[in-house]
């Protein structure tokens, strides 16, 4: 049976919770913080060996697997407060405190290391940043989605910064499909072409070495109306936009 406890029951960490649950069932107990008391309730009633402890101390008490995900700012408070042992491995889902500021706030623990999951956790499915590469969490973690382990935690920060691609990604999609109904497609129409037709882009993109990606969009019909959208974006410069934006953020975690 592995006992986890989750410390900071957020919009992430229900995710993993779920995700968990579907992939060990009964063979998981979870333990969760009462922070967030309506989520880590409704885990409760949701899941079997599912409880809601009074503290987060007692959350430590009672596991061997600790995830952390708390709010960036408050993590070295709680983690000070906290007293860890030597049995304890670590999963720290906070985005900016490195190994060694981690290391510093905790006192004792069997293994430590930083995760970033997507909500799509839940589902079993989706990337899933992991640093170091120990056996034990990707054991833990396989099955869940994909795992990608950076050979370096500079790398691991570097590779955070993709995340922020999800939510300019969905807002795209939204303008798109609004725009259509304004052109006369109903939402459900445009939107079960627009989401397969991506699929389909994302799967044959993953079929390409990565070296290679820039054949995808180069080979397009010249004079054709993907290459009047191209160069229409590159006049806006609406490429180079997200590379900036995306820069910001990995200035921010670095």
């Known amino acids: 049976m592995i006992h986890l406890g989750i410390i900071g029951v957020g919009i992430i960490a229900s995710a993993v919770a779920k995700g968990l649950k579907a992939k060990y069932g009964d063979g998981i107990t979870l333990h969760l913080s009462p922070r967030n008391a309506g989520r880590a309730e409704a885990l409760r009633a949701a899941y079997p060996n599912v409880t809601v402890a009074s503290s987060n101390q007692e959350v430590l008490d009672r596991s061997d697997w600790v995830v952390i995900s708390v709010l960036p700012a408050s993590t070295e408070a709680v983690l000070r407060a906290l007293t860890f042992h030597p049995r304890h491995k670590i999963i720290s889902l906070v985005s900016q405190p490195k190994m060694a500021a981690l290391e510093t706030w905790i006192n004792e623990y069997a293994l430590l290391c930083r995760v970033i999951p997507q909500t799509f956790i839940e589902n079993r ?86 070296q290679n990606l820039a054949s995808l969009w180069q080979e397009v019909t010249p004079g054709g109306l993907n290459e009047q959208v191209i160069r229409s974006l590159e006049g806006e410069d609406a490429f180079m936009a997200w590379v900036r934006a995306l820069d910001a953020v990995r200035k921010k975690i670095i």
């Open 125 to 210: 499915t989706g990337p899933i940043l992991l640093y170091p590469e120990l056996p034990e969490a990707v054991d833990l973690l396989s099955g869940l989605g994909t795992l990608v382990t950076p050979a370096t935690e500079d790398e691991f920060n570097l590779a955070q910064t993709l995340s922020c691609a999800m939510g300019p990604t969905h807002r795209l999609l939204d303008e798109i499909v609004t725009w259509m109904a304004s052109c006369g497609l109903p939402p459900e129409r445009s939107s079960a072409y627009l989401l397969s037709l991506l699929g389909a882009l994302a799967g044959e993109a993953a079929k390409t070495s990565p």
